[in-house]
């Protein structure tokens, strides 16, 4: 995994052991056109006509592409060799982001499709894959002069303009694989009280099985909680044995192991407090005020993507040196790692969704965006 772009795990706060880092060298062709599909581009052994490096969008320099114009349609290849071991349990394949809808077919079956060019997602591709070499297919479309797609900063001019930058088109965050058993945890949610000193937990679960969480902080057990035969939603709460509060530029995090039959996943929370008192924007009662750069996450060889896990870190480090003590994240969705490091770093941010530039004068503004 040594010469593998961006290889830390992607989801600081849902992390698993047993999981494929897939960025890399894939293969790739823009179809502007739009027929790819026709052509038969998606089934297994059809070859594209260039590479790229994925995690990084085909704009960028270091994507090894570099292509500034507008695309259209994209394609990406890739094979993927997986044993009977990982699939006698889940399979799930993973994107932190593509840009903007997404089409992906696992040894030339469809798997699924996704559109929203800022949020992860993902598909259970266990009854698509074999014990051996299997290919993966990705086709993205995107137009950022569609005025009904999120575009944020992107331009949708040649040239970057004003305050319009680069496009990013296709996959732009790290892809990988994750291997679970039949019973897993689907998700965590955090309700820390500071008063109390208490965590409440809610884990989603799939299947049943017995269930364990142990909370400690540096290295030290702070407290757990166990249950037999869990399974759906199940809340519960730990009580600390030590208060450490989560504060501006003191990003104290207990970390959290759980284990839900034979999957075993670790995360992290801060105990913290923050509401709103009149104008008064209070961190664990007292009176914060927010000195806030506003980081608009472009990087001038990746484009939306950082090079680095470094990069993402250092621009936290970098805002902190010069006085800030957080960043409004402007018109993009940014990595978890980007927020990880800001948790742990005692960084305060803001995150915006991204500019839409919804014109309600335009018919399709309205209709469009209606349900079907």
Request: glycine fraction near 10%; charged fraction near 20%.
């Amino acid at each position: 995994m040594s010469n593998i772009p961006r290889k830390e795990y992607p989801r600081p706060q849902f992390v698993r052991e047993n999981w494929m880092n897939l960025n890399g060298t894939w293969a790739f062709e823009i179809d502007n056109g739009r027929s790819g599909e026709a052509r038969g581009l998606q089934k297994v052994g059809t070859a594209l006509s260039g590479e790229i490096t994925v995690p990084f969008c085909p704009e960028s320099e270091i994507s090894g592409v570099q292509h500034t114009d507008f695309m259209y349609g994209v394609w990406y290849k890739r094979t993927v060799t997986v044993t009977e071991k990982q699939l006698k349990g889940r399979a799930v394949l993973h994107f932190g982001a593509v840009d903007y809808c997404a089409k992906v077919f696992v040894n030339g079956e469809l798997a699924g499709t996704h559109k929203g060019g800022y949020v992860s997602f993902e598909f259970d591709v266990t009854a698509l894959l074999k014990a051996g070499e299997n290919e993966i297919a990705v086709y993205v479309e995107d137009n950022t002069r569609d005025r009904l797609i999120p575009s944020g900063k992107q331009s949708e001019q040649y040239n970057s303009y004003g305050c319009f930058y680069t496009r990013t088109t296709g996959i732009w965050q790290t892809v990988w694989l994750e291997f679970t058993p039949k019973a897993y945890i689907s998700r965590v949610q955090y309700y820390p009280n500071i008063t109390s000193g208490t965590v409440t937990v809610t884990a989603e679960l799939v299947g049943t099985a017995n269930l364990t969480a142990t909370a400690s902080f540096e290295g030290k057990e702070m407290g757990s909680y166990t249950a037999e035969n869990a399974c759906g939603t199940h809340t519960f709460t730990i009580k600390l044995s030590e208060k450490h509060l989560w504060d501006v530029g003191c990003g104290n995090l207990y970390d959290v192991a759980f284990a839900f039959g034979e999957d075993n996943v670790t995360s992290y929370f801060g105990l913290r407090e923050v509401r709103l008192d009149g104008h008064k924007f209070r961190i664990n009662g007292r009176s914060v005020f927010q000195r806030l750069v506003l980081d608009q996450g472009f990087y001038p060889d990746g484009i939306y993507t950082a090079p680095s896990d470094e990069a993402l870190e250092n621009d936290i480090k970098l805002s902190l040196a010069v006085g800030f003590n957080g960043a409004r994240l402007h018109e993009k969705i940014f990595e978890e790692r980007f927020l990880y490091h800001a948790d742990r770093l005692g960084y305060i941010v803001w995150g915006e969704f991204p500019n839409w530039g919804l014109d309600s004068s335009y018919a399709d503004s309205v209709y469009g965006i209606l349900p079907e």
